[in-house]
């Protein structure tokens, strides 16, 4: 049996195995390209004196 060694005290290779083995697969997905457009994302001009406007 294996002596247990904690995370904090493996390789960086050792760290790396067990990292890529949590990871999942994206299945030929590109995330890129899945991003979701917002209203918050498009400028709109604000006035700059709205209390002016009230005339």
């Known amino acids: 049996m294996d002596k247990f060694v ?3 005290k493996m390789s960086k290779k050792e760290k790396k195995k067990i990292d890529s083995a949590k990871r999942g697969s994206w299945n030929g997905v590109d995330p890129a390209t899945k991003t979701v457009d917002t209203d918050k994302r ?5 006035p700059k004196h709205p209390e002016n406007f009230d005339e």
């Open 6 to 8: 904690s995370y904090d």
């Open 42 to 46: 498009r400028y709109r001009r604000k």
